[in-house]
């Protein structure tokens, strides 16, 4: 089992940076991508970015740009670097983790609040 946790979460202004912080424990070995996901109210969690062992990212077209994922494998922590935020980004940011034990599993942080004002 992967126990994710994160954290960075808060309210800022639009324009405004948060970083958030992904810490993974447990069973932690072979876990391949980690990555953000995000849920706004009334809406479907959908992609934000994904980064593998190696350093391969993946983002969504609404934060290419302007959101940068990161990894300390050593840590085995995830990042997301959020910059010039707009008010449509405004969700609940969930962590993810995929773990190769001889099948992939997919594991979630309980998600940080990201409040942005206009």
């Known amino acids: 089992q992967v126990q994710l946790v994160e954290s960075g979460g808060g309210l800022v202004q639009a324009g405004g940076s948060l970083r958030l912080s992904c810490a993974a424990s447990?069973?932690?070995?072979?876990?391949?991508?980690m990555g953000w996901y995000r849920q706004a109210p009334g809406k479907q969690r959908e992609l934000v970015a994904t980064i593998t062992r190696g350093g391969s990212t993946n983002y969504s077209d609404s934060v290419k740009g302007r959101f940068t994922i990161s990894r300390d494998n050593a840590k085995n922590t995830a990042y997301l670097q959020m910059n010039s935020l707009k008010p449509e980004d405004t969700a609940v940011y969930y962590c993810?983790?995929?773990?190769?034990?001889?099948?992939?599993?997919?594991?979630w942080g309980q998600g940080t609040r990201v409040t942005v004002s206009s």
């Open positions: 447990g069973i932690i070995f072979n876990i391949n991508t």
């Open positions: 993810n983790a995929r773990q190769f034990l001889g099948k992939w599993s997919d594991y």
